[in-house]
């Protein structure tokens, strides 16, 4: 199984080569579009399959999860001063792990 948490299309699109025989792409980022190879997936019973996962229960469990299981984020700070630094950072994508804002440190 590969997990495709990227909200980009072409990052989706890309990772199929990497199914296995019965293999399943589970798509749970929003992307607009992306391309599927159906020679792909008929040649290997490979499968994509879609899931929301952004109800409130859903979160309460990640959280009781992360919190057992010591889960933590890796973050790259910002003060909310360099606020345009950290979005431009993000969007060029050359933010490592998620793009947080710092208020009051």
Sequence with gaps: MILATATSGEAMSAVQGGLAVNGT????????????SPLLLLSGCRSIKGWYSGTSIDSEYTLTFS???????????????????????????????????????
């Design 25 to 36: 792409l589970m798509v749970i980022g929003a992307a607009d579009s992306m391309q599927v």
């Design 67 to 105: 919190a057992r299981t010591g889960v933590r984020s890796m973050n790259e700070t910002f003060p909310l001063e360099r606020a345009n630094e950290a979005y431009e950072r993000m969007m060029s994508g050359k933010a490592r792990f998620r793009v947080v804002l710092t208020v009051g440190q």
